[in-house]
Structures are given as structure tokens and as C-alpha cells.
């Protein structure tokens, strides 16, 4: 997949809303693969939900979506799950990590349906990351930022034509943050994939091709 396009898209818990202004909502977007964006805005303005649309998980919105000039609306179940499999990774807001198994088990669990790496690059990603010595710890008992770093992995574990992070260093410091960075651009790199980042104020410290402010 080459590019996402937002064709006009506009939440329908927006469309009458009196005055709304956006830089991405209600306008013509084009997503490329192999570059980076941003996009900034606060809580409330649909960051989430526009990556919830990406992935297929909401369709309350008017306007097109499109994949390759292909509209969503009209894909297959079995085409979501190629697509999710193979072209789309998304490291989601609230993780989504099952808490009763153990952070390795939580990254195999994506990895086997690809093995799209090995288990030595994916315990050089624990050792990257700080959290070599959390491999066989349930993820309930990992601090939030510990969490985030665990759902990174996982997020990076899998081929992809984009990848989609949202939120992702709100309870991590500077150091960690700037490793995340690190690892995302060149996992991206090395697919030549594109990057959709959000943010509500404080940025994966990457440089961004494209910003968009004000969603």
C-alpha cells in the first residue's frame, strides 16, 4: 500500500458542531508511504478515532477513505486481516497488552503470525528498550511506561506499509523517548514505510516531513 487517503472525512460527532476548524478533518489528505507526519492536537479532537478509522475498527464518519484509491467501506473481512497483517501497524493509545501474560508471550503473539523477526532481534529490543529483565513478567505488573515500550516492540514486530503510533511517550522520560524515536525510524526506514504520529503536545522527537496542527 502506497498511500491513505482522507477524502473529506468528518466524524459524525462533529458535523454540526458550530465553526469547527481542522487541518485534517473535512479536508483532502493524502498519507504517503515513506514519509513522516504529525499530527498535534488536543485531547478530545479525534486523534484516536482517526487511527481507529485507518484500521477499520470505526466507520462513523461521512466522507472516503481511501487505500491505493480504494475505499474502505468496500473491503472484505479477509482483505482487513492481510492488511493488518501485512501493511498496517498500529501502537495504540490504550496498548492493548493482555495483562496476564508475560511481556514476551504478549510479542509472540503478533510475531508468529508473520515471523517477521527472530527471537534474538526481539530480545535485543527488551535490552534497547530497558526491560531485558521484564521478558517473563506478567505485563500487570509493569509500570505504564514499561508498557508503553512492550507495546512499541510489538507494534515493530510485524511488516508494514504504515506505521501508526498514537500518544506514544506520554509517561516515558526524555532518555526512553528518544530511544523509541531511534528504534521507530529505523524500523521505518528499513520497510521505506510511511509514519503517522500523534500528539498532544509532547512529540516523538523525529523529524516530520509533514505537521499537522489543530485536528
Known amino acids: ?21 481542522s487541518e485534517v478533518w473535512g479536508n483532502t489528505i493524502v498519507f504517503e508511504k515513506g514519509r513522516k507526519y504529525l499530527i498535534e ?10 487511527c481507529s478509522y485507518i484500521l477499520g ?11 491505493d484509491g480504494k475505499n474502505i467501506r468496500s473491503l472484505k473481512e479477509k482483505e482487513w ?33 508473520t515471523n517477521h523477526v527472530t527471537t534474538e532481534e526481539i530480545k535485543r529490543m527488551f535490552d534497547e528498550l530497558h526491560i531485558a529483565g521484564k521478558w517473563d513478567v506478567p505485563v500487570s505488573k509493569l509500570s505504564f511506561g514499561q508498557q508503553q515500550r512492550l507495546a512499541l516492540i510489538r507494534a515493530l514486530v ?29 524500523e521505518v526506514k528499513r520497510q521505506q514505510a510511511g509514519l503517522i504520529v500523534t500528539s498532544i503536545g509532547q512529540r516523538l522527537p523525529l523529524e516530520y516531513d509533514i505537521i499537522y496542527k489543530g485536528l
Do not use: W
Open 81 to 113: 486481516t492481510a492488511l493488518r497483517r501485512n501493511s498496517i501497524s498500529l501502537l495504540f493509545q490504550e496498548l492493548r497488552l493482555f495483562p496476564e501474560l508475560t511481556a514476551s508471550e504478549n510479542v509472540f503473539i503478533k510475531n508468529t503470525l
Open 57 to 67: 475498527h470505526r466507520k462513523d464518519y461521512e466522507g472516503e477513505i481511501l487505500f
Open 1 to 21: 500500500m502506497n498511500t491513505i487517503t482522507f477524502d473529506r472525512v468528518m466524524p459524525q460527532i462533529f458535523k454540526n458542531e458550530p465553526d469547527f476548524k
Open 158 to 186: 510485524t511488516p508494514f506499509d504504515f506505521l501508526i503510533v498514537d500518544e506514544p511517550i506520554s509517561h516515558l522520560d526524555t532518555e526512553n523517548a528518544e530511544i523509541m524515536a531511534a528504534m521507530i525510524e529505523r
Open 41 to 50: 492536537a488536543q485531547s478530545g479532537k479525534g486523534k484516536t478515532t482517526l
